[in-house]
C-alpha cells in the first residue's frame, strides 16, 4: 500500500531551497541550476501565490510553483512542478492546485509543456482533461538540462478548464486523416491537412530518442512544429488523445450570416 502524501504550501526559505534541490535531481541540472530558484520561490509565496511541496514520511518528493496571469482574477499559471516517479505526487499536486484555485475564485490554470512527450500528453489531456491552445516555438530558448538539452525548447500551452473532468480516452473519428505519423522511428507528414478530424502521433520515447538519436529527434521537432503548430495557428482544436499516441485535432467551422 501507498503511503499517504501530505501536501501543504511552503513558505519558509529552508523549505525552497529543498524544493530547488529536489528540480535540480529531477531535471538533472547542475547546483544552482533548478528552474526557479528558492528566492524567485521566496517572493512568490510571500505575495500570495502557488507554491506548495508533495511529502512522504516527511520526505520532499514533489514540488510546484504558479502565479496569477492574465486575465486577472481568473486564471493561474503553473511555471513548474515536479516529482519524483512512482508516488502518484505529480497527480496529487494538480489536484492540490486545483483546489487552491478554486478556492480564490479563479475558472483556469494554464501551463506548458513538451508536446513531444507521450506520456505528459496522456496525463494533460486524459486524466486531467486540459487541453493545447498554442504553440510556442523555441519558447524557453537553449536548455542545458539532462532532459532538454540538445533539442529547442518547443512547448505547447495547456488551459485546464477547472469545472472539466478526467476525459475519457479519445477515439479515432470516422473519416479521421493521419497528419503526422511514426514510420520505423521517423516522422512523415501527411498529405491532407485540410481534412476535418487530423491525427498527430508523436514517437513513443522522444527523451531517448534525443540520447541515441539526435537527428531523428531533431525532425520530430520540426515536423510537430509544422504539423501540430501549424494546425493550432490556423484555429484548430486539440480534443483529445487517441491511443495515447496521437493527438486528435479539429478544425472548427465558422459561420457567417448576411442580412
Known sequence: ??????????????????????????????????????????????????????????RLIGAS??????????????????ALPGRAAGLA?????????????????????DPLIRRNAYFNLTKLGARPVEYLPRFYGE??????????????????????????????PAGAVTALADRDGRPVVGRDLDAPVLLVEVPADIEGMRRTDPGAAKDWRLALREVLGGLLAEGARVTGLHDRTRYVVER???LSSTG
Open 1 to 58: 500500500m501507498n503511503t499517504p502524501l501530505t501536501l501543504r504550501e511552503l513558505h519558509a526559505i529552508d523549505e525552497l531551497e529543498a524544493v530547488a534541490a529536489l528540480f535540480e535531481e529531477i531535471w538533472g541540472s547542475p547546483p544552482g541550476g533548478s528552474p526557479v530558484n528558492p528566492e524567485l520561490m521566496r517572493a512568490f509565496s510571500h505575495s500570495g501565490n502557488y507554491v506548495a511541496g508533495a511529502y512522504e514520511n516527511g
Open 65 to 82: 510553483v504558479g502565479f496569477f496571469a492574465a486575465p486577472a482574477g481568473d486564471v493561474l499559471h503553473s511555471h513548474v512542478t515536479g
Open 93 to 113: 499536486l494538480k489536484l492540490h492546485q486545483r483546489d487552491w484555485a478554486l478556492a480564490r475564485g479563479l475558472t483556469r490554470i494554464t501551463w506548458t509543456y
Open 143 to 172: 536548455m542545458a538540462d539532462a532532459i532538454n538539452d540538445g533539442d529547442e525548447s518547443d512547448r505547447a500551452l495547456i488551459s485546464w478548464d477547472l469545472a472539466a473532468h478526467p476525459a475519457p480516452a479519445a477515439t479515432a
Open 252 to 254: 472548427t467551422t465558422s
